[in-house]
């Protein structure tokens, strides 16, 4: 028994076809079949038998298979084990991070990473878009985490890393206010409703813009803190504006003490989460390592 026997019990076993499994193997198909055959012999068993579906475990296969896959994951974990081993990434990484990230994503990757590479010390800088960029040109941090639109330009000097995320905005409300009945929301809909301000500068740009149109709006509250706002709400003491990404999996929304209505004009667009480093450090392993776990 071997690990290429196992390997093409897999392929098979996902692909119920030999002829699939061996091209995606690149193998003939009399090459696998004698393999697994051989493998067979030595268990005692048939593993597959051929069906109107394809290529299928038999009832004993159906009992094996898992124990091989098993197998199989267990070695995957183990060279991944090795890698970490030999990978000897130490120093320390200063990230600065907009609120969104820094709430929802950034605690659980910093915990898995620290895990897997302990000798990396980590510092964690919230701040807003305009500041990261800021301190990225002026080296006072190694790794940017941003949201950009669709439609902005590419940063000079600046490598970009996706992280195939992005969010939306939402208004929130108490639970059975009347905006409910609205399909999306725009500030003109809101203008006489006390407001709870997310204290950002992202928001006081559009916000500013709207005021100065059409008059101010009845600001009552102002905070940085997201749980404060979404609390804030949930008491009826007006309503506010956050992404959709920080309250996915909000407790305080799936009680249903508050609700979300989707935002027209002027948030009525997505914006997209990327990693930024400088240009002339885009492939130090420490930096692609941390931005592969923000992917994952």
Do not use: C, W
Request: charged residues 25%; without cysteine.
């Amino acid at each position: 028994m071997n690990f290429e026997q196992l390997i093409y019990v897999k392929s098979v076993y996902e692909q119920e076809s030999m002829i699939r499994a061996s091209e995606l193997m690149h193998i003939s198909q009399s090459a696998m079949s004698q393999s697994i055959a051989n493998l067979e012999t030595e268990l005692g068993y048939s593993l597959f038998y051929r069906s109107r579906k394809g290529t299928v475990p038999t009832e004993i296969g159906k009992r094996l298979i898992p124990k091989i896959l098993e197998i199989l994951e267990a070695k995957e974990h183990l060279m991944l084990e090795v890698e970490r081993l030999q990978t000897h990434i130490t120093g320390k990484l200063t990230i600065a991070t907009i609120p969104t990230l820094f709430h929802k994503l950034l605690p659980k990757v910093i915990s898995q990473f620290k895990v897997d590479y302990p000798n990396v010390d980590i510092e964690v800088i919230e701040s807003d878009r305009e500041n990261i960029i800021k301190m990225l040109r002026n080296n006072e941090i190694d790794l940017g985490l941003i949201g950009k639109k669709e439609s902005d330009k590419t940063m000079s000097l600046i490598h970009e890393f996706p992280l195939n995320l992005s969010t939306n905005f939402k208004l929130i409300v108490p639970a059975k206010s009347k905006l409910t009945f609205k399909d999306t929301v725009n500030l003109e809909d809101i203008k006489d409703y006390p407001f709870i301000l997310y204290d950002r500068s992202f928001y006081h740009h559009h916000l500013k813009k709207f005021e100065e149109e059409n008059g101010e709006l009845k600001i009552v509250f102002r905070t940085h803190n997201p749980i404060v706002l979404l609390r804030t709400v949930a008491e009826g003491l007006g309503v506010g504006m956050i992404s959709s990404y920080m309250i996915e999996d909000e407790p305080i929304l799936n009680d249903e003490y508050i609700e979300a209505i989707p935002l027209g004009h002027p948030f009525d667009y997505s914006v997209y989460f990327t990693a930024i480093v400088n240009d002339n450090r885009k492939n130090e392993t420490s930096l692609l390592r941390f931005i592969d776990y923000l992917k994952k």
